[in-house]
Structure formats: C-alpha cells, structure tokens
C-alpha cells in the first residue's frame, strides 16, 4: 500500500481583483510533496514561486482549491486550529535582512514563535534557541546579540534555525540563496541539505536557480505564469525535459566547459501580464518555442506608435465636431527646434536618453527666449 503523501495541494488558484481586471495569479495549481522529500519550484520572476508558498502555509488566503496536510484540510481550519498546525509548518523567507527585527535580539528572535505558543519556560526557550544556533554552525553567544551585528550569509543561517526551533515537519524554502553571494549560497545549500536528512525534513524549495535545484531536490516543479508546465524527477528533467519551456530553461544553465557545443534556446520577450494571459502557457509539449512569451513592442518603435487622422474634407461623420475640424485650415508648423532624436532601439538606456532629450530641448527654449528678450547688435550703443 502506497503512503499517503504529507502535503497534496490540489486546484489551488489565487486571484486579485483590481480595477476592471481580475488578476489570475495561480490556476490549478496541483502536485503532492512525499514525507522527507525535497521537491523544487522553479520559474521565471512573476511566475507565482512565492505565492504557491505562502498560500500552501495560509500566510495568504487561496481563493480556491485544496490543502491537505498530513491528512487535514489546511483551507478549512478555522483560526484556533490552523494555530495548533503552525509548528510543524513554518517558511524561510527570501530577503534575511527585512526578515530579521533590528530592535530584537537573536534570542528573542528564536524564541518568539516558541513563546507565542506557549512551549516551556523561558530557560527551556533560550536552550532551544541556543541549540538551534548549534545546528546552524552559529556559536551560541550570538543569542545576544543583534541582527545587524551579521553578515548576509549568517542571517540566512539565524533564519533557519528561527524554523528549526519549532521542530518542524515540512519547511518552505521561498529563494533562501538568492540574496547571497556564490560562495555563501554552497555553504547555505549544503547546509540546508545536511539538515534536511539529518532531521528528515519535507521541503519545498523555490528558486530561480536552476543547477541549486538540481543538487539538492528530488522532483522539480516548472511553473509558467501561474501553471504547471512539468513535473518530472531532477534526474528525468535536466536530462530529458519535455516541454518546450523547459528546455529553454534547461538552455539557460551554464556549462562548465567552454568549448562543449550547446544549443541556445532564447525566449523573447517579457512575461506577459496575469489579467491578459495571451501566452499558450498550457500548450502540448508540440508547441513551437516562441509561443511561451509574447514580444512587447519598444515604445520608440514606429510600429508601436499611433496613427491617426482627421477625416478629409466632404467625407461624412456623425460628430459634428469632427465635421468641423475637417473644415479648419491646418495650422502652420511652427519652426524647427533644435532637438535630439530618442534612439529606436530597446535597450535600457532608452529612458536616459529620452530624459537627456527633454533636457536638451527646455535648454534650447530657454536659451532662445533670452536671445528675444536682449536687444539687437546694431542696436547696442
């Protein structure tokens, strides 16, 4: 008989509604983690990595689907009882310098979730604390000290063990190496591996990265734009990825030897927007490559602009306003200014050299009103 996995999301969708849109973050979001499995969530910037995270954890309300942990329903459970679950789930966050108190101490940091659900004495507290910092690699005189007194690397370190006091079952890593430099995310990641089977710890690990991913999970998760493109073994999709988006992933990832011969897959393009999805995001595995992202035109392009016209003389409209204006005379062109023309191509700069551009041409206004302004040479005495 199969064992029933500790945590099986099924349909799981998040929407927001703004302003005539409905914004469709997730969308049928389902898979199951294993106990003592490691399974990673990779996507590009805005795919919905984070969210998935915290609405599996209730850190954000879903707005549909279903959160079995270890049996129960995580959607349905009211406040009391969702509290009584929080131990055995708890979340390392992205950024360890907004996820740290300034005004608090390290101690006081560990303890807090040990004390907001009333487990043993304050000594009994700080020991767990102390312990927790020992797990880590952290010493433990560094109970009393403060947030700012640690590099980046140590404070990802103080926030793992800030999950670990709880003694937790299943962790979600939301981009824990991100914020790091590259020789403080290998010291980060095998520590996160050590304590995974050490503890025998579920895991879901989100990341961009994609060869930390390959190290350290079992399965991976690629999401586009707010679905499930894939799910395969690390060992099935780096060597045989399906779909075409994840093969332009697998693409991206660097290889060690410079003269191996590789074939590049470029997406072009951003992704588009979640309240206008035109992307084939769900198409078959089939799909021409191009169709996972939808080119924005740069702004400067001429294809982008705008053409208008005024309706020509004797031509009907029902606007009377429109009839007039196309009996107006047109209006002289005022004379030319000196004035940069903005580049057409869509590089970054393109911002900097339309700011240069206004610049140039309040500059030359200026320079010829005061030229109006003073009297002619013939005229000076």
Known sequence: MTEAPLLSVRG??????????????????????????????????????????????????????????????????????????????????????ASLSPRMTIGEIL????????????????????????????????????????????????????????????????????????????????????????LGLTMLFISHDLAVVEYICDRVIVLYLGRIMEIATSEDLYTRPQHPYTQALMSAIPSPDPDAARTREILKGDIPSPANPRAAASSAPAAPRYSMHVPRPCRNSAKSRRVTSRPASGTTSDSPIRQAAARRPPRPRPAARPSIEPSTDCHSGDLLSRKNMIFSIIFFRRTERVQERLPSPSARP
């Open 12 to 97: 799981l969708a998040k929407h927001y509604q703004t302003r005539g849109a409905t914004l469709k973050i997730l969308q049928d979001i389902s898979f199951d983690i294993a106990k003592g499995e490691v399974v990673g969530l990779v996507g590009e910037s805005g795919s919905g990595k984070t969210t998935i995270g915290r609405s599996v954890l209730r850190l954000i309300e879903p707005s549909a689907g279903a959160v079995v942990f270890d049996g129960a329903d995580l959607t349905k459970l009211s406040g009391g009882e969702m509290r009584r679950r929080r131990p055995r789930m708890q979340y390392i966050f992205q950024d360890p310098y």
């Open 111 to 198: 303890t807090e979730g040990l004390k907001i659900q009333g487990i043993g004495s304050r000594a009994e507290r700080l020991e767990r604390a102390r312990k927790a910092l020992e797990q880590v690699e952290l010493p433990p005189d560094a109970i009393n000290r403060y947030a700012h007194e640690f590099s980046g690397g140590q404070r990802q370190r103080i926030g793992i063990a800030r999950a670990l006091t709880l003694a937790p079952d299943f962790i979600v890593a939301d981009e824990p190496v991100s914020a790091l430099d590259v020789s403080i995310q290998a010291q980060v990641v095998n520590l996160l591996r050590d304590l995974q089977q050490r």
